[in-house]
């Protein structure tokens, strides 16, 4: 395992409580992650105390077929970009913690690659996914399968992380399939609109499968965490603070931390909404317009962010916004993710080259989410009547649809002062 960066291993170094600072950082490592969540959060920190000392074990002589019975078992649904990285993380936990089986499956959507391989078949030789997270390995522990039924089989904790577009047919497929009492969390930037209205992903799964959902969002651009560079996350939960530390327990590392926050519909829409500010950021970047245009479109997409979440759900804290989920991640978008990218040549190329286009060509098989995330504020805001309310998201949408040209960004996104 990398060792953090040493300006952050010594600020949190400082962080830690006297009787333990003198253990070198080496040391303290397999237990960095209960150290870390116990010093952002002293409530964690209790309840760990007493779960502490049988996670740091080992499971020395064998463990028992009773225990191993009732060691908890991880599937991580989706295997993309950021769905192997989360599954390299989480296996990396459940070798270190005694209460979770070490195997983590991985449901891969089955395709043929170049060589005529299988990617399930190519994954589980290298170690490594090959075409959306190459170079990497993932950990021993993890075991592609194709199979979405059998992925599923036995697992107490589903991880979701696929393009948000999919989640209804496989939520669809697996209607009937899951037991009540297993855990769900959604990696998923994304919403779906329905008749009814907005409908976040976190809803869908816990909806269709009857099962408790949590998320997890933040500034987490994939390629930087699979490198082992430190980051940090937000876990959204509802209600259960004791389900919400489990999922903090299984992904925190050295090198990503996670917070909980009792607020799931603010983070994930933060999560969900950036990706359209990102794809205004983009624009900015491709009519090269500079850094203080580009402050000016995340600030305004920002405010919108914030505004649309509470009018759609009272409930969401202004204090989200501050954490990893919400200005963290927008950041990290606007300067490097996907969306960013792909918006900055639809520009440049004065949008005569459609997003579909664009994306096939540039992300080979990995998929934006902010076109259709921007297609679905619109509906939203188009039939509650809101949209004078929110001109940078619905410009963003007019844009990507052809109806104004990437200029319109900075021209339509903010009201000016009447001259
Ligand atoms: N990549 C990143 O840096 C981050 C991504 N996310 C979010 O995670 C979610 C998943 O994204 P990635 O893992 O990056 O995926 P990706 O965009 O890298 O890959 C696309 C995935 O979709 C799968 N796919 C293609 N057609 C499909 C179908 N018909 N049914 C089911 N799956 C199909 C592909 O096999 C591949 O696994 C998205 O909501 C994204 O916004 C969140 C944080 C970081
Ligand atoms: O969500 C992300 C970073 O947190 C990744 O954003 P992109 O999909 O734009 O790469």
Redesign the pocket.
């Known amino acids: 395992m990398a060792s953090p960066p040493r300006r952050v291993s010594s600020l949190l170094y400082s962080l830690l409580p006297s009787s333990l600072a003198p253990i070198p950082l080496f040391h303290a490592l397999p237990i960095y992650p209960l150290l870390l969540s116990s010093v952002f959060s002293p409530s964690l920190s209790r309840s760990l105390s007493s779960s502490m000392a049988p996670e740091l074990q080992q499971d020395g002589d064998g463990t028992s077929a009773h225990a191993a019975l009732h060691k908890t078992k991880v599937t991580v649904v989706?295997?993309?970009?950021?769905?192997?990285?989360a599954a390299k993380l989480i296996a990396s936990n459940t070798l270190r913690l005694s209460s979770f089986h070490d195997e983590v499956r991985m449901w891969?959507?089955e395709?043929t690659l170049p060589s005529g391989e299988k990617?399930t078949d190519a994954i589980n030789r290298n170690n490594e996914n090959v075409k959306?997270l190459p170079g990497i390995k993932l950990g021993k522990n993890v075991v592609a399968d194709p199979d979405l039924d059998n992925a599923v089989n036995g697992a107490n904790m589903l991880v979701f992380?696929?393009?948000?577009q999919?989640m209804e047919?496989?939520c669809k497929r697996l209607v009937g399939k899951i037991k009540g009492d297993v855990e769900a969390i959604s990696?998923?930037?994304?919403m779906e609109v329905k008749m009814e209205g907005p409908c976040m992903i976190s809803t869908l799964i816990s909806e269709q499968l009857g099962i408790n959902c949590c998320v997890l969002?933040?500034a987490?651009?994939?390629?930087e965490i699979a490198l082992e560079k430190f980051s940090e996350a937000t876990v959204g939960y509802r209600e259960n603070r004791a389900i919400a530390e489990k999922w903090v327990h299984l992904f925190s590392t050295p090198y990503f931390i996670v917070t909980p926050v009792q607020d799931v519909e603010g983070v994930e829409l933060c999560?969900t909404l950036k990706?359209v500010v990102a794809i205004a950021a983009g624009f900015v970047d491709g009519l090269e317009m500079g850094n203080n245009t580009k402050a000016a479109i995340m600030r305004i997409g920002l405010r919108e962010m914030k505004a649309f979440s509470k009018m759609l759900f009272s409930s969401v804290k202004d204090s989200t916004f501050f954490e990893s989920c919400g200005v963290a991640d927008l950041i990290t978008t606007c300067l490097g993710?996907?969306n960013r990218k792909v918006a900055e040549a639809f520009a440049r190329g004065g949008g005569k080259r459609s997003f579909d286009e664009l994306e096939a060509e540039m992300?080979q098989?990995?998929?934006l989410?902010g076109v259709s995330t921007a297609k679905e504020v619109y509906e939203v805001l188009s039939h509650r009547g809101w949209l004078e309310f929110f001109p940078l998201f619905a410009t963003v949408h007019e844009i990507c649809i052809g109806s104004l040209p990437p200029s319109a960004i900075v021209e339509h996104s903010e009201r000016k002062p009447e001259l």
Do not use: C, D
């Open positions: 989706g295997s993309g970009n950021w769905g192997s990285v891969v959507f395709e990617l959306y992380v696929t393009p948000h999919f047919g496989i990696l998923i930037k994304g969002m933040g987490n651009i994939a390629n999560g990706n993710g996907r992300l098989g990995q998929k989410q």
